[in-house]
């Protein structure tokens, strides 16, 4: 069983800064690419930002210098620092995962996804 647990989502004014994190646990082999994906109110669920194992990062135009996405291995932990944030950011915030588990393939491994938590940037 292996679970992604976020946290660290909130109310913030607009311009300000939030910082979420992404908790890996369970049966896990290798952690490989981790990344965020959020979702507004009638929109669809949209990549945000994702980074490799190796710590190669990619990120969607519009955060790109407002939006830093990190790992630690040891903790199995991604998090994603929010700079400058904006109402448009405003939305629900999911952590992905690609996890080889106990037992699994290292040519298929697992896609797995956290719980959500909700960004409001509002003033």
């Known amino acids: 069983q292996v679970q992604l647990v976020e946290s660290g989502g909130g109310l913030v004014q607009p311009g300000g800064s939030l910082r979420l994190s992404c908790a890996a646990s369970g049966s896990i082999v290798s952690l490989n690419g981790m990344g965020w994906y959020r979702q507004a109110p009638g929109k669809q669920r949209e990549l945000v930002a994702i980074i490799s194992s190796g710590g190669f990062t990619t990120y969607r135009d519009s955060v790109k210098g407002r939006f830093s996405i990190s790992r630690d291995n040891a903790k199995r932990t991604a998090y994603l620092q929010m700079n400058s944030l904006k109402p448009e950011d405003t939305a629900v915030y999911y952590c992905?995962?690609?996890?080889?588990?106990?037992?699994?393939?290292?040519?298929?491994?697992?896609?797995?996804w956290g719980q959500g938590t909700q960004v409001t940037v509002s003033s």
């Open positions: 992905n995962a690609e996890i080889v588990v106990v037992g699994g393939s290292y040519t298929r491994p697992n896609d797995y």
